[in-house]
């Protein structure tokens, strides 16, 4: 049975897993060099990512077995299973607010130290989580979402779906309501 062929290239090179292995040095993974890239993403890494290719793929072998979801990874499935068990192992200890994730904690903590790491290229406003981040950025770029109704125009699809109950559209269906324009002027 043939090897799986990587869909990363390491020095323009497609190799198998094991050959890109030995190929690799140990010192990229501490330096930060992106040597690998991808072949559909175009994205760089520092190590060949499997779990980046099976994206890809759509390769999701590990099944919930409450709802169907699937996932790469057995522990992306364990961290999952905590929304159907309500388990909630990791406390804040200055406020005692729970979380199932580990990362949840960490985000949360944030509240407290008032650290806002992640700063916007564009204007240096800083956001205490990166998800936030993205939100604004999109301020930035033009991209705007219009209602078809009205015309009116919004630079985050939240406030969108929020303006649609004007219209008395705020059901799945509303979706089908406004478009996206960027920038450059094309519509999606």
């Given at each position: 049975?043939?090897?799986?062929?990587?869909?990363?290239?390491?020095?323009?090179?497609?190799?198998?897993?094991q050959i890109l292995r030995r190929k690799h040095p140990e010192n990229t993974i501490h330096t930060g060099e992106k040597r690998f890239k991808c072949e559909i993403s175009k994205k760089n890494f520092v190590a060949p990512s499997s779990t980046h290719t099976m994206n890809h793929a759509n390769e999701k072998p590990h099944s919930c077995s409450e709802c169907n979801m699937s996932f790469?990874?057995?522990?992306?499935?364990?961290?999952?299973?905590?929304?159907?068990?309500?388990?909630?192992?990791?406390?804040?200890s200055e406020c005692g607010k729970n979380f199932a994730q580990s990362a949840g904690l960490y985000s949360h903590k944030q509240i407290h130290t008032g650290k806002k790491p992640y700063s916007s290229s564009e204007c240096g406003k800083n956001f205490t989580h990166s998800s936030n981040l993205r939100t604004h950025e999109k301020i930035h770029t033009g991209e705007k979402h219009s209602c078809l109704k009205c015309n009116k125009s919004f630079s985050q699809s939240g406030n969108m779906r929020r303006h649609m109950k004007v219209h008395?559209?705020?059901?799945?269906?509303?979706v089908e309501l406004y478009e996206v324009k960027l920038s450059c002027g094309n519509s999606l």
């Open positions: 049975m043939p090897k799986k062929i990587w869909l990363m290239r390491y020095q323009n090179e497609a190799s198998n897993n790469i990874w057995p522990s992306y499935l364990d961290r999952h299973m905590k929304i159907h068990t309500g388990e909630k192992p990791y406390s804040c008395g559209n705020a059901g799945p269906d509303s």
